[in-house]
């Protein structure tokens, strides 16, 4: 039987929907559609709550989101059990995703103070008289629509950086993962009872449409590109800021000298873990034409060993949205269609639940497989004649996430060519999990950064101050400035500025 997603059903009190397990499709929750007026009512509650959440300053929040971290951490087997529940991954990547989000939820509290705090700016010579700071503030309220792929990750990267800078949240999960959700804000809240700083909303696109709309300061969005432009228009109408997190189509270069064990290593399980539900997942790669076979061959022999399923000894689970079936069947059959040829896989990988790995070559570059986000545990090899077509290739895309470069001497050369957001070099993935590294994208990948100062300062708002210290000397912003202070002025300004 094929899995469903979500449904809503009307009980006697109120309208809800069931969460399922991806898996075998039972019910592993029930929770509520918030309609717009509760939205509204949430965004209400958190200004309130926002007011006392800053008061606190950088010290207090900090504290307490250190005992927040604290709880999740010695809670973190009871974590991956609801992520597993609701998502079907093997409690290991359940665990990964979870230790990630722990180091974030630190390295945001512990230097909150040091992004954002109030600084001296130079005045320069002309304003010298006047002192010059700039301070950080939060922006009040923050709404966080987060996936249902890496349902801790991922919102977390938004919420604990939105938290630390003084703002309070009102959280969507996606309605494949609101228990997930609903355990993330319920350890908070243990922590933070005084007031709503925290709060869950639960429904569909739109509960999701309700909390662009509500008001709230800032909206951070991840989910796919198309959805993320509708959050853009609706945002417009208040001119509420947004950070757009969408997807990615990230390809892996390798170059001649690149260890290509480590390199065969790096593209199976970018490419297969979560069952390729991961958006700076590996999709395609483009290879130097003097290793390709040899590269090949060892991503050929690595991924026999993988294998979807629930079993323990899976590898990676379920298709999370039963939906996505049908794009990766669609994407795996017109590689085939064009000519590409399934070294390991091929269309009947695809069953009603799962997706067993799939690797593709001889795929044409402008082929659905290449050139639109596939999303599922597939990926194409292209051999190229050296690292400049393949930069070129690789940057032939209207998404622009992450990307990962194996080369033993052009890997800063290459890496700082690509088109995207983050790169990792020798490594797979590895900018996700350095805290003090900004995370987003470009073109359809979206805009905006997460993570790192860069997400700090996101969810605030800069102040500038200009204090005079004493009068100045040359009076320059009144109406009785003489004619001589103006032929001074340009004197001074031309010996600073004017040398040829």
């Given at each position: 039987?094929?899995?469903?997603?979500?449904?809503?059903?009307?009980?006697?009190?109120?309208?809800?929907?069931?969460?399922?397990?991806?898996?075998?499709?039972?019910?592993?929750?029930?929770?509520p559609?918030?309609?717009?007026?509760?939205v509204?009512?949430?965004?209400?509650?958190?200004?309130?709550?926002?007011?006392?959440?800053?008061?606190?300053?950088?010290?207090?929040?900090?504290?307490?989101?250190?005992k927040?971290?604290?709880?999740?951490?010695?809670?973190?087997?009871?974590?991956?059990?609801?992520?597993?529940?609701?998502?079907?991954?093997?409690?290991?990547?359940a665990?990964?995703?979870?230790?990630?989000?722990?180091?974030?939820?630190?390295?945001a509290?512990?230097?909150?103070?040091?992004?954002?705090?109030?600084?001296?700016?130079?005045?320069?010579?002309?304003?010298?008289?006047?002192?010059?700071?700039?301070?950080?503030?939060?922006?009040?309220?923050?709404?966080?629509?987060?996936?249902?792929?890496?349902?801790?990750?991922?919102?977390?990267?938004?919420?604990?950086?939105?938290?630390?800078?003084g703002?309070?949240?009102?959280?969507?999960?996606?309605?494949?993962?609101?228990?997930?959700?609903?355990?993330l804000?319920d350890?908070?809240n243990?922590?933070v009872?005084?007031?709503?700083?925290?709060?869950?909303?639960?429904?569909?696109?739109?509960t999701?449409?309700?909390?662009?709309?509500?008001?709230?300061?800032?909206?951070?969005?991840?989910?796919s590109?198309?959805?993320?432009?509708?959050?853009?228009?609706?945002?417009?109408?208040?001119?509420?800021?947004?950070?757009?997190?969408?997807?990615?189509?990230?390809?892996?270069?390798?170059?001649?000298?690149a260890?290509?064990?480590?390199?065969?290593?790096?593209?199976?399980w970018?490419?297969f873990?979560?069952?390729g539900q991961?958006?700076?997942?590996?999709?395609r790669?483009?290879?130097?034409?003097?290793?390709?076979d040899?590269?090949v061959?060892?991503?050929?022999?690595?991924?026999k060993?993988?294998?979807?399923?629930?079993?323990?000894?899976?590898?990676?689970?379920?298709?999370?949205?039963?939906?996505q079936?049908?794009?990766?069947?669609?994407?795996?059959?017109?590689?085939?269609?064009?000519?590409?040829?399934?070294?390991?896989?091929?269309?009947d990988?695809v069953?009603?639940?799962?997706?067993?790995?799939?690797?593709?070559?001889?795929?044409?570059?402008?082929?659905?497989?290449?050139?639109?986000?596939?999303?599922?545990?597939?990926?194409?090899?292209?051999?190229?004649?050296?690292?400049?077509?393949?930069v070129?290739?690789?940057?032939n895309?209207k998404?622009?996430?992450?990307?990962?470069?194996?080369?033993?001497?052009r890997?800063?050369?290459?890496?700082?060519?690509?088109?995207?957001?983050?790169?990792?070099?020798?490594?797979?993935?590895?900018?996700?999990?350095?805290?003090?590294?900004?995370?987003?994208?470009?073109?359809?990948?979206g805009?905006?950064?997460?993570?790192?100062?860069?997400?700090?300062?996101?969810?605030a708002?800069?102040?500038?101050?200009?204090?005079?210290k004493?009068?100045?000397?040359?009076?320059?912003?009144?109406?009785?400035?003489?004619?001589?202070?103006?032929?001074?002025v340009?004197?001074?300004?031309?010996?600073?500025?004017?040398?040829?």
């Open positions: 039987m094929t899995a469903v997603q979500p449904k809503p059903s009307t009980p006697a009190v109120g309208e809800t929907f069931d969460s399922l397990s991806p898996a075998t499709d039972e019910v592993v929750g029930t929770y559609i918030h309609s717009a007026a509760d509204e009512a949430a965004v209400e509650r958190a200004r309130v709550a926002a007011e006392w959440w800053d008061s606190l300053g950088f010290d207090g929040r900090a504290e307490r989101l250190r927040w971290k604290g709880v999740v951490t010695r809670r973190l087997a009871q974590l991956c059990q609801v992520v597993r529940d609701e998502t079907g991954k093997p409690i290991a990547d665990q990964l995703e979870a230790v990630l989000a722990i180091e974030h939820i630190a390295w509290g512990k230097n909150a103070r040091k992004v954002l705090g109030k600084k001296k700016r130079p005045a320069g010579l002309l304003m010298s008289n006047q002192s010059a700071t700039v301070e950080y503030q939060p922006l009040g309220v923050v709404g966080v629509i987060g996936p249902w792929n890496y349902p801790v990750f991922t919102p977390l990267g938004s919420i604990a950086y939105a938290l630390a800078a703002n309070a949240v009102v959280f969507k999960p996606s309605e494949c993962t609101p228990g997930v959700g609903k355990w804000v350890a908070f243990e922590i009872p005084e007031a709503p700083v925290l709060q869950l909303i639960t429904g569909f696109g739109e999701g449409a309700a909390l662009t709309r509500s008001g709230v300061n800032k909206i951070a969005f991840t989910g590109t198309a959805t993320g432009k509708k959050i853009m228009a609706a945002a417009a109408d208040t001119l509420t800021p947004v950070i757009i997190e969408a997807g990615g189509k990230d390809p892996v270069l390798v170059d001649v000298d260890d290509l064990d480590a390199a065969a290593d790096a593209t199976v970018g490419a873990s979560n069952s991961t958006c700076i997942g590996v999709e790669v483009y290879v130097h034409e003097k290793v390709h040899e590269f061959a060892k991503v050929v022999e690595k991924s060993g993988v294998r979807a399923g629930s079993d323990a000894g899976a590898q990676y689970g379920p298709m999370t949205m039963p939906s079936l049908n794009v990766v069947r669609r994407h795996i059959e017109d590689a085939l269609a064009r000519g590409g040829k399934a070294l390991v896989g091929g269309a990988a069953g009603d639940r799962y997706v067993q790995p799939t690797v593709l070559v001889d795929v044409p570059e402008d082929s659905e497989a290449v050139q639109e986000e596939t999303f599922g545990p597939t990926v194409t090899i292209a051999k190229v004649r050296d690292m400049d077509e393949a070129e290739k690789a940057n895309t998404y622009g996430l992450g990307s990962t470069v194996f080369s033993k001497a890997g800063m050369e290459l890496a700082g060519k690509l088109r995207t957001g983050m790169t990792s070099i020798n490594a797979p993935l590895s900018f996700a999990g350095i805290a003090s590294l900004p995370f987003g994208g470009v073109g359809d990948s805009f905006g950064r997460i993570h790192g100062a860069d997400g700090l300062r996101e969810f708002r800069s102040k500038a101050i200009a204090r005079q004493f009068t100045a000397p040359i009076a320059l912003t009144t109406f009785a400035r003489k004619e001589k202070t103006d032929v001074l340009a004197k001074l300004i031309t010996i600073l500025h004017g040398k040829r």
